[in-house]
């Protein structure tokens, strides 16, 4: 089967770093992908890893560790329009190479 | 502009009077895909095509169908519409099955009374 977790919310203050976890447990794994979605919008592309390690674009980083089936989405320099749903997907082989999504931890930025 | 469109954005329908609800790609992609978002639950998939012709069923096919004539239009038809069925839809495509970004479509609110 196909199990995707990450926490369901997280606060924080403009500025910070906030670290956002998920963890995965599939038949296969041929990449981990984030996404991030605000209300009512379409969700858009982020990052992907597929080999252990970091992957830093910008303010946002995301690292995997294949055997641990973990991987976290680091958001660094916090500003009010990052808060957002940030959507966790693993890609399958084994399930015809589709994703699979995690519920999506929705982070809110304070003042 | 690369872009996947999806019409109509809201619905509001009665149990039983069908429907289809359009998805339309611009960028050449084989893959399309229809998911179904709902709070608590996340993004799921209905159906899935990787080619023209080509359709397979996703983890909650129920209650939907699907048609890949070209390659894209990806349309989902919900011929006899039920209240489980009111949530929020999006399309997907991509350039294959092992790209490394999905395109996702705007998104239709349906509401089923």
């Known amino acids: 089967g196909q199990n995707i977790d990450q926490p369901t919310e997280m606060t924080a203050t403009e500025g910070a770093i906030v670290q956002i976890n998920c963890t995965y447990q599939?038949?296969?794994?041929?990449?981990l992908f984030w996404y991030q979605q605000h209300a009512g919008e379409a969700p858009t592309f982020l990052s992907y890893?597929?080999?252990?390690g970091l992957e830093e674009k910008g303010r946002f980083s995301s690292f995997l560790s294949r055997s641990k089936g973990y991987s976290y989405l680091l958001l660094k320099e916090l500003q009010m329009k990052d808060s957002a749903s940030y959507l966790c997907?693993?890609?399958?082989?084994?399930?015809?190479?589709?994703?699979?999504f995690g519920g999506g931890t929705r982070v809110l930025v304070k003042p | 502009e690369a872009q996947v469109t999806q019409n109509p954005r809201y619905l509001i329908t009665v149990t039983g009077k069908k429907l289809t609800v359009t998805c339309s790609q611009n960028?050449?992609?084989?893959?399309m895909s229809w998911y179904r978002q709902d709070p608590g639950l996340g993004l799921r998939q209905i159906y899935y095509?990787?080619?023209?012709?080509?359709?397979d069923k996703g983890d909650v096919p129920e209650g939907y169908k699907v048609s890949r004539k070209e390659k894209r239009n990806f349309p989902l038809i919900l011929e006899s519409p039920s209240p489980n069925q009111t949530s929020l839809y999006f399309c997907?495509?991509?350039?294959?099955?092992?790209?490394?970004?999905?395109?996702f479509g705007q998104g239709t609110r349906l509401t089923v009374v």
């Open positions: 997907a495509s991509s350039g294959r099955v092992g790209a490394t970004e999905a395109f």
């Open positions: 599939t038949s296969g794994f041929n990449g």
């Open positions: 890893n597929v080999l252990d």
């Open positions: 997907a693993v890609r399958d082989p084994a399930a015809g190479n589709k994703l699979t």
């Open positions: 960028m050449n992609h084989e893959y």
């Open positions: 095509s990787m080619n023209v012709e080509v359709t």
